[in-house]
Each structure stands twice: as structure tokens, then as C-alpha cells.
């Protein structure tokens, strides 16, 4: 069973590494790739919720960083399954890595932990942010960098990390809590309306 999984691994490494690829999608490929690098990507989309998204600035900056967190996380795992990049006899890497450890992909883990992280903040955006996240993860064993099994590993440890990153409460409109002030007046400072009698 484990060659069988072995072999099926590096079957649809073979595959991907070897179909679809013409200079412009391997250029693109290695763009979006880059910008994974130590989570470039989505410590930018942080930085542009915390501008743009006053009430929610708190959680942005915590989503911002939860990709060089998760990558950190990442390593660790590496440092224990040891597991070296995939080498393809006549399909060199088309792309440069800090580690040769492999498994898992920390493009993968990064992406994922962001993507659920954000998308828990803005879920208009969560088709997006996920999107976003498994072509970069995509990326990765189109350019021979990792197994697909990386992959999978990296996206189920990136979900979990951003599902259980806690996050900071919602700054209120205005500054207050809402409701009815003191005194019966409503939070523009006008007076309720009656109720109508039923």
C-alpha cells in the first residue's frame, strides 16, 4: 500500500511538473510563487485590511502575520519527517528554495492558515482568498518543487493553524457599543420612537 501511495505521489508529480507548461504559465508560475516567499502575499493583503478596514484593523494585523507564524510551524514539522524535495531525472526545479526539506509545503501551510484565517473576518472574500491560496499552493508542484502529498499535508496544517488562531473583538461603530443611550435616546442622539400599540 505505502509504494502504491509512493508511486501515485510521483506519478501526478511527473504529470503536473511535465503538462500545461509553456514559458508564459511557467513565468506566471514562478511570479506567484515568489510572492508566497516567507508569506509576502497575504502579510500585504493583512497590511491592506488593516488600512482600509478601520473597525477591524485589530484582527487584520493579527491575519497579517499568521503566515510567518505558520511558516515557523511549518519548519518544525520539516525538522521531524526530514523529507527531501523531489528529484526527476531530466526535470530540474524551476524554481529555488531556504530548505531541502520537503514536506510539507510551507507555500501550502502559509496560504491555508491565511486564507481561513481572513476569510473569518471578511467571508464576502472567502471564495478569493481561497482561490488565491490553492493556485499558490498549485504552483508548487508544477515547478517540481514539492510532492503533492506536501500539498495535501501543508493545506490540512495551514486550515487547522488559521481555524484556531484567535481573534481580536470588532472595533464598534463610532466608537461605542450601540443601543439606546442614557436616557432614552438613540445613538444619534434622537428620541426613540413610540411603539405602536398592539
Do not use: C
Not at 507564524?69 to 521531524?80: A, E, H, P, Q, Y
Not at 501543508?154 to 470588532?170: K, N, R
Request: glycine share 12%; hydrophobic share 45%.
Amino acid at each position: 500500500m505505502k509504494n502504491v501511495l509512493k508511486n501515485a505521489d510521483l506519478g501526478l508529480l511527473r504529470a503536473m511538473r511535465t503538462r500545461g507548461h509553456h514559458p508564459a504559465a511557467e513565468k506566471a508560475a514562478r511570479v506567484i510563487a515568489k510572492s508566497g516567499d516567507n508569506g509576502y502575499l497575504w502579510i500585504a493583503i493583512g497590511t491592506a485590511g488593516f488600512l482600509f478596514d478601520p473597525r477591524r484593523r485589530k484582527q487584520w494585523l493579527t491575519t497579517g502575520v499568521i503566515a510567518p507564524i505558520s511558516i515557523g510551524v511549518n519548519f518544525g514539522i520539516k525538522l521531524i519527517f526530514k523529507r527531501p524535495r523531489p528529484v526527476l531525472e531530466g526535470l530540474p526545479p524551476l524554481g529555488g528554495a531556504p530548505s531541502s526539506l520537503s514536506f510539507p509545503s510551507a507555500h501550502a501551510t502559509a496560504s491555508f492558515a491565511s486564507a481561513t484565517a481572513m476569510s473569518r473576518i471578511a467571508p464576502k472574500l472567502r471564495f478569493a482568498l481561497f482561490g488565491a491560496a490553492a493556485i499558490m499552493a498549485v504552483t508548487r508542484p508544477y515547478l517540481g518543487m514539492h510532492y503533492p502529498t506536501d500539498i495535501l499535508a501543508g493545506i490540512v496544517l495551514g486550515t487547522a493553524v488559521g481555524g484556531l488562531l484567535p481573534l481580536p473583538s470588532v472595533e464598534p461603530v463610532g466608537g461605542s457599543q450601540g443601543g439606546a443611550t442614557p436616557g432614552g435616546s438613540a445613538p444619534n442622539g434622537t428620541k426613540p420612537e413610540p411603539e405602536a400599540m398592539s
